[in-house]
């Protein structure tokens, strides 16, 4: 099959467009950075290098594809995070319309079920319900949980103040994803038929705020860590201070109170899936590689 791969060569993408040229399909990776080109070519795929935004461009490399992998890229410098969200899925729409695709893999998100109170997830909702609009084309919403690499943006945070923390206390529940699970159950929707508009959740392991900060710990040598809860005003002044613009310091917030609230997991509950092979306790070992590196 002719595939199209948004995301460059990230997390997900990344390990996607291993698994697919081996299975021998024809892969076209679309990423911003030039840089990527020879990367991308020396995995078996095509690049085509250009930006989400340029819908013409989007229409384009979509045009004579089997299967479209859609994804939102982050935006750390965002000043209104969900809009430039909800733009990029009109974009993926628009082109996927008049490129005549009839079969799309969208990345999602846990609590995209919400329309508003989840941060940068009502975006993801919002593109959901942009995407299920088109006619005549089949859906596979994927709905990861939270990325276990996420924690990799506190590191600077246990080297410097000695604590692990958001605006939410110890015991609140965590549910967690490794991406290269994402990417496994990505292949398995892309390579596999499907009708209509379907939802698949993705998670690989559920924990608490402190047992995570438990075995990260001890994962780095520093068994005593402390899961600190912020305010809501901590919460953004301090992801502030590690480079993330107002307006995304205050969406991530948000995030954290509907995970304090336990709303981002309602629909989850009631769809629940199998868990993913890859568990935090294996993730800990990578994290104190790139701790230590």
Known sequence: MKIIITGSL?????????????????????????NKKEDIEALGAKAAIGSVEDVDFLTKVFTGADVVYTMVPQQAQSNDYKAFIRK???????????????????LSSIGAHLPAGTGPIAGMHDV???????????????????????????????????ILGANYPAGTR???????????????????????????????DEKTAGEVTAILGSAIGKPELPWVEF?????????QQGGLSEDVSKNLTEMGTAMKSR???????????????????????????????
């Open 10 to 34: 990230g997390n997900i993408s990344g390990p996607l467009t291993a698994q697919l040229v081996k299975a021998g399909h024809q892969i076209t990776v679309i990423s911003s950075n030039e």
């Open 88 to 106: 990029i899925g009109q974009n993926y729409a628009n082109a996927l319309k008049a490129a005549g695709i009839t079969k799309v893999v969208n």
């Open 128 to 162: 959901e319900e942009i995407l299920n609009k088109l006619d005549g084309v089949n859906i596979k919403h994927l709905r990861p949980a939270s990325f276990y690499y996420n924690f990799n943006h506190n590191i600077d945070m246990i080297k410097h103040m000695g």
């Open 174 to 204: 965590l549910v967690l994803v490794h991406p290269k699970d994402i990417a496994d159950a990505a292949f398995e929707e892309i390579t596999q038929p499907f009708t209509g508009t379907t939802i698949r959740y993705i998670s690989s």
């Open 231 to 239: 305010s809501d005003e901590q919460s953004v002044a301090g992801m």
């Open 263 to 293: 709303t981002l997991w309602e629909d989850y509950d009631k769809h629940k899936p199998v868990l993913g092979n890859r568990k935090f306790e294996e993730f800990a070992k990578e994290f104190a590689e790139k701790y230590n590196g």
